[in-house]
């Protein structure tokens, strides 16, 4: 099974969580203080235990995304975005997009928004993840996922009971919109447990699929329920649990 270490603190909810936050103590406030003495406030809660718990430093070293880590709250790339009230979370490794979060007082796991590479005052905001706590787990979770050499189909069709058939195998997991890896997309839809999952969807096309499971068999039968061929032949008939 692939097991993902979720690297935010103890603010991210229980069914979000595969393992332990990253440790007992939080790192040095430092930079963490600092930017919230700028602010005038502290960050929102789920936010302020990912830097303060080291999730982003872990969370960076995972992907090849530029994802703002504890050190870099007091640079100038995240002032800039301060004085639109959001704090950079991450930068795309093509320059394509980046995500950022409201610092505004009153939510303790804001959503996370996409906004054009350039676009400091965050006008061109679209909703990435409904949660911070879904952004966070998405980031290590997919970065995760990659790097384990998943079977993979690109710019299929996307058969009508997809989603529901997954969910008779799987447990669905936090769903993403605008953004895929490395192209726009309607939505990313996530499945865990005894495999793992994810669609990357443009209407009724996956512009990209990826299954990661223990066993050929049951990579066999989820390929067959996404619908993208699988070399190895299933060598047994699998039914849901």
């Known amino acids: 099974m692939l097991v993902v270490d979720v690297v935010a603190g103890p603010t991210v909810p229980i069914h979000l969580r595969q393992a332990p936050a990253v440790g007992p103590e939080p790192r040095s406030p430092g930079p963490l203080a600092q930017l919230e003495h700028h602010i005038g406030a502290p960050l929102p809660a789920a936010v302020r235990e990912w830097f303060?718990?080291?999730?982003?430093?872990?969370?960076?070293?995972?992907?090849?995304n530029l994802i703002t880590r504890t050190s870099d709250l007091t640079g100038p790339a995240v002032n800039r975005?301060?004085?639109a009230g959001h704090l950079l979370l991450e930068t795309d490794s093509q320059h394509c997009c980046r995500w950022i979060v409201s610092v505004s007082p009153g939510d303790d796991d804001p959503p996370v928004y996409l906004v054009d590479p350039d676009d400091q005052a965050c006008a061109t905001r679209t909703?990435?993840?409904?949660?911070?706590?879904?952004?966070?787990?998405s980031c290590v979770w997919d970065a995760t996922l990659w790097r384990n050499n998943p079977l993979t189909g690109f710019d299929h069709p996307l058969p009508a009971d997809v989603?529901?058939?997954?969910?008779?195998?799987?447990t669905a997991l936090p769903t993403t919109y605008g953004w895929a890896v490395n192209?726009?997309?309607?939505?990313?839809?996530?499945?865990g447990g005894e495999a793992e999952a994810a669609l990357a969807v443009v209407g009724d096309t996956a512009v990209w699929s990826a299954i990661y499971a223990p066993s050929p068999a049951l990579r066999h039968h989820l390929a067959d329920i996404v619908g993208i061929p699988d070399d190895e032949p299933a060598p047994q008939r699998l039914n849901p649990a």
């Open 52 to 64: 303060r718990y080291g999730g982003a430093d872990r969370a960076a070293a995972l992907g090849d």
């Open 81 to 83: 975005f301060l004085a």
């Open 127 to 137: 909703r990435y993840a409904d949660t911070f706590s879904a952004y966070a787990f």
């Open 163 to 170: 989603v529901d058939r997954l969910t008779e195998w799987l």
């Open 183 to 191: 192209q726009s997309c309607n939505a990313v839809y996530r499945f």
